[in-house]
């Protein structure tokens, strides 16, 4: 069955600092990967997403993502947080159904 | 364009009792999803309909849950009767088609089960 671990459930970074949250997927074939952002009180609103093609893929707000087989991996980039950047952070996979992480919640220290 | 439309916002309930949330979703949209997201977790898929047909509702507690789509536009979750681990929040996605398309979120409705 395909899942997605985030590894990290909370990190703290400055604003201006450089930003990477980490997932990972298990899935025997090419995933559909997808990144999306929750704020307090809010539906999830969709970053970015990766079917095929170029690795690196540009999202909404200036967040990044880079998709590596090699480590099963599809981490979320930033390179310079914005205070409002401050919310929960989930990575999911599958097509026709989403299958999401537990969430990385990202706080901005100003 | 509106967004995906939920209501209540909030619902706060005494165990056994029952309760109902509404969606509607983005104008045009054929494929609609129920997730049920507990406190410190993703959201779980409940329910997919297409249109106003089931597609999945394998991880829907049939025993307790149920939901309907009238009309493959406006849908409804009712949890009857609701237990204590019902509390969570129920999010309404919707989305052009079944496939890859981007799935848009509601604001969910927050239950709390006393």
């Known amino acids: 069955a395909q899942s997605v671990t985030q590894p990290d459930i909370h990190i703290t970074v400055s604003e201006g600092a450089s930003l990477e949250l980490r997932c990972n997927y298990s899935y025997g074939a090419t995933p559909y990967l997808f990144w999306y952002v929750q704020s307090p009180g809010q539906g999830l609103q969709l970053l970015l997403k990766?079917?095929?093609?170029?690795?690196l893929v540009q999202g909404i707000k200036g967040f990044e993502a880079e998709f590596k087989r090699s480590q099963s991996s599809f981490n979320l980039r930033k390179p310079s947080v914005h205070w409002s950047d401050a919310a929960e952070y989930f990575c999911a996979t599958g097509s026709y159904q989403l299958t999401f992480g537990k969430g990385t919640k990202l706080s901005v220290i100003p | 364009e509106a967004g995906v439309a939920q209501s209540p916002r909030y619902k706060i309930i005494e165990k056994r009792q029952s309760v109902a949330f509404w969606c509607n979703p983005i104008?045009?949209?054929?494929?609609l999803y129920w997730y049920q997201q507990i406190l410190g977790q993703g959201p779980k898929l409940l329910i997919q309909f297409q249109n106003n047909g089931v597609v999945d509702d394998s991880q829907l507690p049939k025993d307790r849950f149920s939901a309907e789509r009238l009309k493959g536009v406006d849908s409804t979750l009712k949890i009857q009767p609701a237990k204590l681990e019902d509390s969570a929040v129920y999010l309404c996605?919707?989305?052009?088609?079944?496939?890859?398309?981007?799935?848009?979120f509601g604001p969910g409705t927050r239950l709390t089960v006393l």
């Open positions: 996605a919707s989305s052009l088609d079944h496939s890859t398309d981007t799935q848009y």
């Open positions: 990766y079917f095929s093609g170029d690795t």
């Open positions: 104008s045009g949209h054929a494929t």
